[in-house]
C-alpha cells in the first residue's frame, strides 16, 4: 500500500489542513495587530453585546485570569470599554467602541479574505457541502459554535 495513502484519511486531512489554516489566519489577522484570540472575543462581543467577562470566560472555556489580561490590552487600545452591569454591580458589561467595531469589520474583511485563499480551488457547492460536512462532524464532536476550541489552551501567564 502505497504510504502516502495510509496518511491521507479524513481526520488527518482535518488536522493538516486545519493546522495549515490556523497558522494563515495568524499570519493574516497580525496584519491589523490582532491575534486569532482577539479575533474570537471580539466575534463573541459583536454578537453578545454587554456580556459579562464572567460569561465571556466561561463560553470561550478559557481562566478567568487570562481573559482579564486579554481584555485589559483591547480596553487600553480603545477597542473595547467595560460598563457597570446595571442588573448586577459586581460585573462589568463588555462593550466594543467605535474603533472596536471598526475593527471587528476589519476582523470580517480578513476571515473573508482568508477563506476565499483556503478554499480557492472549491466552488461554491463544494464549500456548502464542505462547511455542512464539518459543522455535522462538530455537532457530533459536541463543539461549542462559533468557539474555536484552542482557548482551552490559553492558561494564565506566570
Do not use: W
Not at 476550541?149 to 494564565?156: D, K, M, S
Amino acid at each position: 500500500m502505497d504510504f502516502s495513502k495510509k496518511l491521507s484519511g479524513p481526520a488527518f486531512l482535518l488536522a493538516q489542513v486545519g493546522a495549515h489554516a490556523a497558522s494563515k489566519f495568524g499570519e493574516r489577522i497580525a496584519t491589523i495587530g490582532l491575534t486569532p484570540a482577539d479575533a474570537g472575543i471580539f466575534r463573541l462581543l459583536a454578537v453578545t453585546q454587554g456580556i459579562s467577562q464572567q460569561d465571556l470566560s466561561t463560553r470561550l472555556g478559557i481562566h478567568p485570569s487570562r481573559l482579564v489580561a486579554i481584555l485589559d490590552e483591547l480596553e487600553s487600545r480603545g477597542l473595547l470599554e467595560r460598563k457597570p452591569n446595571a442588573g448586577d454591580r459586581r460585573q462589568y458589561a463588555l462593550h466594543l467602541t467605535a474603533k472596536g467595531r471598526d475593527t471587528f469589520a476589519r476582523i470580517g474583511q480578513v476571515a473573508r479574505q482568508h477563506q476565499d485563499a483556503l478554499c480557492a480551488s472549491l466552488t461554491e457547492d463544494e464549500r456548502g457541502k464542505l462547511a455542512e460536512l464539518l459543522q455535522k462532524i462538530a455537532d457530533e464532536q459536541g463543539l461549542a459554535p462559533g468557539v474555536h476550541p484552542g482557548y482551552r489552551r490559553l492558561q494564565p501567564k506566570s
